[in-house]
């Protein structure tokens, strides 16, 4: 694949639609068995039939999907282009930047470390980084709820300056503790990246390996994720899928962002079979075992006795009734949405290489194909 060069010149939607049409790859799966179900093969065409169509209707280079119902892979496959400028056709193989969905693995790290009686979640943070000289209330469970208080660096002028530069711990650390906490820790959630950041700092004292070495070797080898990594500042690497930016109708390279700055909040990258693997081994206790799983996707309890709506590291809600967990990601160039029914035993990942919300929608639409619910009324005219 070709090394990065920066910038790349726009591609008018109506031109990159016909390119997608024409490059769009085959199955990634294996073609289903003759002996396959009728209404098994049916559902399938259904959902390929809602992929091509948010495909075409977003506006998006590429998309790679993995839905698996009761142990089954009902679809997984790949759409469009992983290069625009190259023409290359987008592979079930393809790697991307998943963003938030990074957490998950953090929070899992954490809770794996936990069991080992390495931490423990009520441990104060300034145990492990000394430097949050006023944090002294914020425990590794405020952090990993989004409860601390601590507020987002990536919500921070700093971070837009120096979101191309590689930034060591020291200056992230120097920003969040010049700031004061922006509530008391436990008495509300805000979502802030600044808390799985510095759960990969804990990560890296406790098990003296750095965040990237302890996931290779402690959480993606045990669930058999074997495209799962973290990302490189550049994707120029064999199967990474680019990145693209949308405005006005066309796509350009996204703006630049040296992965040392997402880290434990946002810097991992896989394919979505590889997702599918993972909330499959997490929700069959093969990383941390079922009851901390369980923990994972219990929601908070915030001082006021309200619950919020996040758990260990996952998104908590219901679609018609039906319980998910799972979580979305996004990052320059890519979104990316994961979830799991577990009545259902149901999996569903999206995983795209355009800035935009279509993952989500999308991953929504397709659940409701296989849980045979109705969309809503927005949504029929699709």
């Known amino acids: 694949m070709a090394p990065s060069r920066g910038w790349v010149p726009c591609v008018g939607l109506l031109s990159l639609v016909w390119a997608i049409g024409a490059c769009r790859s085959a199955p990634a799966a294996p073609a289903a068995p003759a002996s396959r179900e009728p209404s098994e093969r049916g559902i399938e065409r259904q959902l390929d039939e809602l992929v091509r169509l948010s495909e075409r209707g977003e506006g998006i280079a590429g998309v790679s999907v993995a839905v698996m119902s009761h142990g089954q892979p009902v679809l997984v496959r790949a759409y469009g282009l992983a290069d625009v400028l190259e023409q290359e056709p987008m592979q079930a193989e393809h790697v991307f930047r998943i963003g938030s969905i990074t957490k998950t693995f953090t929070a ?42 601590v507020p987002n660096y990536t919500d921070l002028p700093w971070y837009e300056r120096h979101q191309t530069e590689k930034t060591p711990p020291a200056s992230v650390l120097e920003q969040l503790a010049s700031l004061p906490l922006a509530f008391p820790p436990g008495s509300r959630h805000a979502y802030s990246n600044s808390g799985f950041y510095l759960l990969g700092l804990v990560i890296e004292k406790v098990s003296g390996q750095s965040y990237a070495a302890y996931l290779e070797s402690e959480i993606f080898a045990p669930a058999g994720l074997g495209s799962t990594r973290y ?45 599918v ?17 369980a923990r994972m996707r219990s929601p908070v309890t915030l001082a006021d006795g309200t619950s919020s ?74």
Request: contains cysteine; hydrophobic residues 40%.
């Open 108 to 149: 899992a790290a954490i809770l794996r470390l936990e069991a080992q009686g390495q931490l423990a979640l009520e441990d104060p943070i300034t145990q492990y980084v000394p430097e949050l000289t006023g944090a002294n209330d914020v425990t590794l469970r405020h952090l990993v709820t989004h409860t601390s208080g």
């Open 231 to 275: 990302c490189p500042d550049e994707q120029s690497y064999p199967r990474a899928a680019r990145g693209y930016a949308r405005e006005d109708g066309l796509l350009s390279a996204p703006q630049p962002v040296s992965m040392t700055l997402p880290f434990a909040a946002g810097a991992l990258c896989s394919t979505a079979l590889d997702l």
């Open 277 to 293: 693997r993972w909330f499959e081994g997490l929700s069959h206790g093969k990383v941390i075992g079922v009851e901390a799983f």
């Open 309 to 382: 709506a996040y758990g260990l590291g996952l998104q908590l809600g219901e679609l018609e009734g039906h319980s998910r967990v799972g979580h979305g990601g996004g990052i320059w160039g890519f979104r990316a949405h994961a979830d799991y029914y577990p009545a259902d035993d149901l999996y569903v990942v999206v995983l795209v290489n355009t800035q935009g919300d279509a993952p989500r929608r999308l991953a929504e639409r397709l659940a409701r194909r296989v849980l045979h619910l109705d969309e809503p009324e927005r949504n029929r005219a699709d």
